[in-house]
């Protein structure tokens, strides 16, 4: 019974993890910027609704990355932290974060590197030829200008710094302290969304959780009730702010990503049973390693058929997302089937 339910939570995590994926796929296929929309440039009810829908669920998806911290976190700090613990952590990460981070990451960048330097395809593109020179290459490459991989780099970051992050979650009221001034610092004194700072404390609150809270014994009504008001607080930061580095979304991502970490959690037996050991759900990384040229390419060719337009970018948002998710999950499945060897390494060990 003990390892079908911890089979069924990983089932779950898997799961949770897809669907946050999703959502990192659905706010970068957001074409409101890229095609130059401006709310006070539009006349017509329609063509408003249609612009605060794709940025409102942008808003929404926030919720996406500090899940994959918190999640990092608690799965991190499931174990004491020894010295052995620690390098076989990182030895283990090297395989499921680093190489597939390089190799995402080239694959960006090769992929740019042909759409801007082929004429006919380079003028719809509306971006700098890439550059290929071996300082800028190596830039593009490390740094993942391409690709959006910030997240796995910070994570293999929090990784290296496993063992002192672990002595501050030693003990509760320490660990309670160190979250508390971290949050408190972003909010008194500001943040950068791609900032270290920004998002430790939602890889020790994972560890936190996972150490101290019993949260196989919190109720579904108080978990409902917070999700509730992180939806408030998102409409609210949204109209009042309208601002991706502003404090009410920031208290947004806490507050939800807790909540629906904590939903899955309630649920995790239950999902564990529908979905089995599906290989859909074992392909996050993959996805999020690949979607971002496809989705820039994609946003292109229909922004060319159906224009550039408010609702144009409403009807792009969703179908972009649609066609890249079953696009990757195709190629996925072939890679599963034909080279599974390549498919495990390219998609981390998973």
């Not at 740094?143 to 293999?156: E, H, Q």
Request: charged share 15%; with cysteine.
């Amino acid at each position: 019974m003990i390892q079908e339910s911890k089979k069924n939570w990983n089932y779950g995590i898997q799961f949770l993890q897809f669907i946050c994926c999703l959502m990192i796929v659905f706010r970068h296929a957001n074409p409101i910027d890229s095609f130059g929309l401006s709310l006070g440039d539009l006349k017509s009810i329609v063509e408003k609704f249609c612009y605060h829908t794709v940025q409102l669920g942008t808003y929404v998806t926030d919720v996406a990355v500090p899940v994959f911290f918190i999640v990092s976190g608690y799965l991190y700090f499931s174990k004491e932290t020894s010295v052995e613990n620690y390098v076989r952590g990182i030895k283990i990460r090297i395989r499921s974060l680093v190489i597939p981070y390089f190799i995402w990451s080239s694959f960006a960048f090769l992929y740019f590197v042909v759409l801007t330097h082929i004429p006919v395809l380079a003028r719809h593109m509306h971006m700098k030829t890439v550059s290929l020179k071996l300082n800028d290459i190596f830039e593009a490459i490390f740094f993942s200008i391409y690709a959006p991989l910030w997240y796995i780099r910070y994570l293999f970051v929090f990784v290296l710094l496993g063992i002192g992050l672990y002595q501050l979650l030693r003990n509760k009221w320490t660990a309670l302290a160190s979250i508390v001034l971290l949050l408190g610092y972003n909010f008194i004194f500001g943040y950068e969304y791609f900032s270290i700072i920004t998002w430790i404390p939602f890889f020790l609150m994972g560890g936190g959780m996972r150490k101290y809270c019993k949260i196989n014994e919190i109720k579904k009504f108080p978990i409902y009730l917070l999700i509730g008001f992180s939806t408030i607080l998102v409409i609210i930061a949204y109209f009042a702010e309208n601002n991706q580095s502003g404090s009410l979304l920031y208290l947004y991502r806490l507050i939800s990503s807790i909540s629906l970490f904590l939903l899955f959690n309630y649920y995790r037996e239950k999902i564990g049973d529908r979905i089995g050991e599906s290989w859909k759900y074992k392909t996050s990384m993959f996805i999020y390693g690949a979607h971002r040229p496809l989705v820039s390419s994609t946003n292109k060719v229909f922004s060319l058929v159906f224009g550039t337009g408010a609702v144009s970018a409403f009807i792009t948002n969703y179908i972009t997302v649609v066609v890249i998710i079953s696009l990757l999950l195709f190629v996925a499945r072939l890679f599963i089937r034909f080279t599974p060897k390549i498919w495990k390494v390219i998609n981390g060990g998973r």
